[in-house]
């Protein structure tokens, strides 16, 4: 059976750390020292001292889904002085201290893998000496002179998943944690919006396809009709924005079980938002529509106009949501936990028309003589001739 463990992630704390605070190597409440020893690791080979130092533990992968997404190391002649380690959510941890004459740091793309590691002690037992990481994109080689030929590493799937050791006025010691088998396909599921917005018109405006006015001249002898045509082709786009899908996505299969925003008629007048369930394989969707209507024969009297708009409402919508996320793995295994998310979604309700009263008093030919955008003259009354004024009386 999968593993099964559930935490809830804060999307607004990840957002808040995303700037990647530093906290201190006492905060061990964000990582439990048991979160080190799962059977998901590879083998964990730990180099330096074997007791002494203040333990720690950087592992959330079962509690949250974070990887490790970069480490900072500092290092003198005698061997690594500290480590800062950066989670896939924002938020970095330093062990050790920030001293010595050696400062380098690596950053993990998402998906990038680990192909090489290695770790040396000091020489002596006492201490961690050096570290080197080879992934699929980059290199890093720091620390004191390699006294030996060092430790090779099990990286298993090429996941760097934690980092636990010990620190002293040196790192005592230190392991690196990669998860054994590869994480095969993500799924999101159960996926509940916070505040239904459903029934509501919050972030609902009009979009105008096309506005015209349109007149009869008082001089006409007769009625005009016309039609109003809008057309407009639109992108209506959804968008799921969650940290497992950034952080497991690129060549990992993903795929949503969630609900979709949609515009629809009230039962009374207007619009409102609806949602319906949905799949997609993609953390993206969006199709391209044609918004078109025409209004008419609409027939103006001499003397008088119309206003006339074809409009759809577009609703720009960013929605949180919580949802429980399943890492599968390719043993058969799987890791779940749950996660806050945001729906962000660009749609459009079917197209309306109206036409206004448009009654100032003016002279309306122009319109009749060259029509607006969007205005088809489908009938015409004849402008009546002013009569010639009388003859003189001779």
Request: some cysteine.
């Amino acid at each position: 059976m999968g593993i099964m463990l559930k935490a809830l992630v804060s999307i607004a704390a990840i957002a808040s750390l995303a700037s990647s605070v530093v906290l201190p190597a006492n905060t061990k409440q964000l990582a439990r020292r048991d979160a080190c020893s799962s059977g998901l690791f590879a083998n964990v080979l730990v180099i330096g001292a074997s007791s002494g130092g203040d333990d720690f533990c950087e592992s959330r992968i079962e509690s949250s889904g974070e990887v490790i997404a970069g480490l900072e190391v500092w290092s003198d002649q005698n061997g690594i002085r500290g480590i800062l380690i950066t989670y896939s959510g924002g938020q970095a941890i330093m062990h050790g201290s920030q001293t010595g004459d050696t400062n380098k740091a690596i950053t993990l793309a998402p998906g990038e893998r680990v192909l090489a590691a290695a770790l040396w002690g000091d020489g002596q037992g006492r201490k961690l000496g050096h570290i080197y990481l080879k992934t699929d994109k980059q290199e890093f080689d720091v620390g004191m002179g390699k006294p030996n030929n060092g430790y090779q590493i099990n990286v298993g799937g090429g996941l760097l998943v934690g980092v636990t050791g010990a620190t002293a006025d040196y790192i005592a010691r230190l392991a690196f944690l990669f998860l054994s088998p590869k994480v095969v396909s993500v799924s999101v599921s159960d996926m509940k919006i916070d505040s239904d917005p459903t029934g509501t018109s919050d972030n609902l405006e009009p979009s105008y396809l096309i506005r015209s006015t349109m007149g009869n001249p008082s001089g006409s002898n007769g009625s005009v009709s016309f039609t109003v045509t809008g057309s407009e082709k639109v992108t209506q786009s959804t968008t799921w924005e969650q940290s497992s899908t950034a952080t497991f996505g690129g060549s990992i299969s993903i795929e949503i079980s969630g609900e979709i925003a949609g515009i629809g008629t009230k039962a009374t007048t207007g619009f409102e938002w609806s949602f319906s369930d949905t799949s997609s394989q993609s953390t993206q969707i969006s199709d391209e529509i044609t918004l078109t209507q025409t209004a008419g024969p609409i027939v103006i009297a001499p003397g008088h106009g119309k206003a006339c708009q074809i409009f759809a409402q577009k609703g720009n919508g960013n929605f949180a949501y919580t949802s429980t996320v399943t890492l599968n793995l390719d043993n058969g295994q799987s890791i779940q936990y749950q996660e806050n998310g945001n729906l962000v979604s660009v749609q459009y309700s079917q197209v309306q028309a109206s036409c206004d009263d448009a009654n100032d008093p003016k002279d309306w030919s122009s319109t009749t003589n060259n029509p607006p955008a969007g205005v088809q003259i489908v009938g015409k009354g004849l402008v009546r001739r002013r009569p010639l004024p009388p003859l003189p009386i001779l």
